[in-house]
C-alpha cells in the first residue's frame, strides 16, 4: 500500500506543471458564463486564474481597456474600428440559427429560409425573440444574417445593399429583443421561435426548462458562424496567454467545451455528439463596413413604428392587357422580404384621368393582403392620364413615415402639369416612380429628385423586380 | 521447551523492501524521458529561445520537433504572430531568431536589423494553394477553370487557371447556378492580405490574370493593384490563418475556398487514417512558393537555424509535416516525394509552368496597401 503511495507520490510529482499562477482580467460575451467549469480545470491544469467580467460582444467590442485578455463570439466587430488586438485564436465555433417550437415548426415549411421567416412573420404568423443588436453579438449577427439574405447578392452588404430597408417584415414578428433571450423565452408561452446561437439553443434543450424541446432549424440561405476567438489586450501577459491557447485547444479541453457548453470544437480530432454534427451550409459573409451595420441598427430601432406606403397606378385603358396583368402578378408575387406585414397601411390609388378608386388597409393578417389583391384585380379602366393630380392626392392620404411608389405607362394628358406640381411644396414624402411603356423619363425623374425618391425603370427588368428594389426604401 | 526465537529483521531490508520498487519506476521513468528528449538531464542546460512566427509555427509547435529540440538542449518559446504583423513588431529585437513567411516580410526584417547580428536559413519552402472540396472543384472543372492533376478517379489537386476564375467572378458567378447548394458568389476567402503572407499571395495569384509581367514601378503597381482589389475585396471582412476551419467538420461554413499552404494539407492527410478525398486542392498554373527564412539574431538563434539545415531528424519530421526540404545550396531534396508516395499521397504538381513572378518588395507593399486599404 505504502509502495503504491509512494508510486502515486512521484508521478504526481512528475506531472504537476511548474508554471507560476497567474490571475487574469477578461472581458468575456454574455453567453461565456456557461465555461465557469471549464475555467476551473484551466487554472488547475496551468496555473491561470481568469477573472471574468461578461458583456454583450458588441458593447463589449466599444473598448477593451482595462482588462488582460478578450474572449468574445467574435472579433469582427472591434477590426471593423481598427482595434482588434494582434494575437487572437479562435477556440470553438457556434452558428447563429433558429429554435422552433415543434407545434409551430409547420408553418415555416420544410428546410426553411431567412426570407421564408420573415414572410410567415410579416403575416404575424411566426413570433421569435432574439437578443438586443446593440448590446449582443448573436442579436447583430442575426440581423446581419437577415439582411445579407434578403439582399440576395450572393456577396458581403455593401452600403448601397442596405439603403432600402428590407428588415420590418422580418421585425415584424419579434416578440421582444432583450439582453437574455434565452431567459425570457423560457419565461413565456406566447413566442414561436428563439434566434441564438446553437449552443443556447441546445443548453436550453437539455435544460430542462422547456416542456418540449426546440426544434433546430438551420435557415438554407445561410448562417453567421461566431468563431470565439481568445484575444490578448494587454501585450505583457503573452506568455500566460500561449499557455491558456495551448491548453483550450487541446483535445481534451475542446471535448469538455463540447460537451459542457455545446460550442462546436475547433480542434478536428475531437469526437463530436451527434447533435454537435448537423450540416450547417453555407456562411453569409461578414460585410468590412461599419457604416453598413450603423443603417441596420437604424432599421432595427424604428422597427413597429406604423408604416404606410401609398401606390399610385396607372388605370388608363393604355394598360390593357399584358401591363395590368404584369402589376396584378407583382402584387401577387410580393413575399418573403417583400411581403406587406403587419402593422403596416397600405394604400392604393387608382386613376386615369381622376382618382378612380382609393383604398386604405392597415395589414393584420391574410385576409388583408387578398382584399388589396382585389382592389388592383379591378378591371375599371378609363380615359386619359392624369398623372400629378392623383400623385398630388395620393400625398395628402400620407400619415407619419410614409413612402409613394408610382406606377405609370404613359405621358400626363389631363389635370396640372409637372411644373405645376412641383411649384407646391411637397413635404418629406419620397416618391418613387417605376416607368414603363411611354412614360416620360424625364418629368418621373425630376419628381423623384425633388421629393428625396428615386427612378426606377422597369423596362430593363420585370414589372416585379422593380417593385421589389423600391420595396421597404423611405 | 526451547527457547523462544526472536526473527530478527534485518532494518536495511526492510527498508529496501519500502525504497527500491518506488526507486526503479523513478529511475526507469527518468532514463525513458531523457532518451525522448521530454526532460535534460542535470548535466546539460536547457537553453530557453524566444521565437516570433508567422504560419510557420506549426513546425516547431510539434511534440516531435519540441523533443528533438530539446533532446539537443534547447526549448523554443513560439509567439505566433501574422507575418506582415511579424516585421512591424516593436519589441522585435527581443527574440533569438524570428521565422515569417515571405520575402517582403523577410526584407523588412533584415531592413530593421541592419548593422546587428543577422543571419538567414532556408531550410524548406512549401507552395500556396487554395483549398476547397471537391464538388467544388469538380464545379469549376465542369466550367473548364480547373483541370485534375493526375488521372485517378479522384484526384487531390486541380490546376486552375486564374484568368477563368476571374472571369466567374467578372459576372458575378453564384455556386448555385454552378449546380450546388450555395448562393454566394464564386470568391476566395484568404487572410487579411494587410497582415498575413498567404492573404498578400492571393493578390499576386489575381495579378497573374491580367499579365505575367509584374510592376516595374510604383505607377503601374498603383495600376495594377486598383485592378486586383475588387476580387480581394469580394470576400468582405478578411479572416485569419485559414487552415485550422478549412480542416474541422464545419469547414465548408467557413470558407469554400480558402488560402492556405500545402504543407497544412500534407500534413493534415498524413495525420488521417485513409486519404481525406473530400478536401482538394486547386494550384494556380503560375505557383507561388514560400520559402520562410529563420532569421537569426543571436548565437541562439544561429545554432537552431544550423540543426534545421543539418539535423538528420529535424529535416525528417519536416517531410512528415509537410514542407519540400531545401539544402544549403538551396537545391530541393527528393525525399519529400518520396515520403509521402510511400504514405499513399500522390506527388503535388510542381509548377511545369512556372512561378507567379512577384514585384519587387517595395512595390508589392504598395500593391498590398491599395488592395488591402492598410493602415
Known sequence: MRVLAAVLLLVLAACTPSTPAVRLKMLASTELADLGPVLAELKKATGVELVVEHRGTVEASRSLAGFDLAWLSTNRFLRLRGADPELASSIMTSPVVLGVKPASRAVLGDRPTWADVADRAALGQFRYGMADPRVSGGGMAALIGVATAAAGTGAPLRPEDVSCDRLQGFLAGRAFDVPDPVGEFARRSDVDGLVAHESELMALNASGRLSTPLEIVYPRDGIVLSDYPLMLVEPAHRAAYDRVVEWLKSPGAQQMIAERTWRRPVEPSVVRDEKLRADLGTALYFPDSQEVLDRLLLFHDRAGEGRQVIFVLDYSTSMRGPRLAGLREAFASLNGFDRFYVGETVTIVRFAGTVLEERSITVRGKQDLDALLAVVASDDLQDNTAIWAALDHALRLARGETAVVLMTDGENNAGPSVNEFLRVGRGEVPVFPIRFGEASTAELDRVAQASGGRLVEAGAKSLLEAVREIRGCR | ?375
Not at chain 2, 497582415?195 to 490574370?209: E, H, I, N, P
Open chain 2, 1 to 375: 521447551m526451547r527457547e523462544p526465537e526472536f526473527k530478527v529483521i534485518d532494518p536495511r531490508r526492510r527498508f529496501l523492501l519500502w525504497f527500491v520498487p518506488p526507486l526503479t519506476v523513478f529511475v526507469t521513468g527518468l532514463v525513458v524521458l531523457l532518451v525522448s528528449g521530454h526532460i535534460t538531464g542535470p548535466f546539460r542546460s536547457v537553453t530557453v529561445v524566444r521565437a516570433l512566427f508567422a504560419s510557420k509555427r506549426d513546425f516547431f509547435q510539434d511534440e516531435q520537433v519540441k523533443r528533438i529540440l530539446m533532446a539537443r538542449g534547447y526549448q523554443v518559446h513560439v509567439t505566433p504572430v501574422g507575418s506582415r504583423d511579424l516585421a512591424e513588431k516593436p519589441d522585435l529585437d527581443s527574440y533569438h531568431f524570428v521565422f515569417p513567411s515571405g520575402h517582403v516580410a523577410n526584407e523588412h526584417v533584415k531592413t530593421r536589423r541592419a548593422g546587428k547580428h543577422v543571419v538567414p536559413y532556408r531550410p524548406f519552402f512549401t507552395p500556396v494553394v487554395l483549398a476547397t472540396f471537391r464538388e467544388y472543384a469538380e464545379a469549376l472543372r465542369k466550367e473548364g477553370v480547373a483541370t485534375p492533376h493526375g488521372q485517378g478517379e479522384k484526384p487531390l489537386y486541380y490546376n486552375l487557371d486564374m484568368a477563368k476564375l476571374k472571369g466567374l467572378a467578372d459576372v458575378g458567378k453564384r455556386w448555385d447556378e454552378l449546380g450546388l447548394t450555395n448562393g454566394n458568389r464564386v470568391i476566395v476567402q484568404s487572410p487579411d492580405p494587410c497582415k498575413a503572407y498567404s492573404g498578400a499571395t492571393l493578390v499576386g495569384f489575381f495579378a497573374t490574370a491580367f499579365g505575367d509581367e509584374p510592376p516595374q514601378t510604383i505607377d503601374a503597381a498603383e495600376k495594377l493593384a486598383l485592378e486586383v482589389k475588387p476580387y480581394v475585396d469580394a470576400q468582405g471582412q478578411a479572416g485569419e490563418d485559414m487552415a485550422p476551419k478549412y480542416f474541422v467538420p464545419e469547414g465548408r461554413t467557413h470558407a469554400v475556398i480558402a488560402v492556405i499552404y500545402e504543407h497544412q494539407y500534407i500534413a493534415y492527410q498524413l495525420r488521417q487514417k485513409s486519404v481525406d478525398t473530400e478536401r482538394v486542392l486547386l494550384y494556380p498554373t503560375k505557383q507561388h512558393q514560400s520559402t520562410p527564412e529563420l532569421i537569426s539574431f543571436t548565437p541562439e538563434g544561429d545554432r537552431i537555424g544550423e540543426l534545421m539545415m543539418n539535423d538528420p531528424d529535424l529535416r525528417r519530421r519536416a517531410v512528415e509535416l509537410g514542407f519540400h526540404s531545401l539544402s544549403w545550396n538551396g537545391e530541393s531534396a527528393d525525399d519529400f516525394g518520396t515520403y509521402i508516395a510511400g504514405r499513399g499521397l500522390p506527388e503535388p504538381p510542381a509548377g511545369e509552368a512556372g512561378r507567379v513572378q512577384l514585384p519587387k518588395a517595395e512595390l508589392f507593399e504598395r500593391m498590398l496597401d491599395v488592395v488591402g486599404d492598410c493602415k
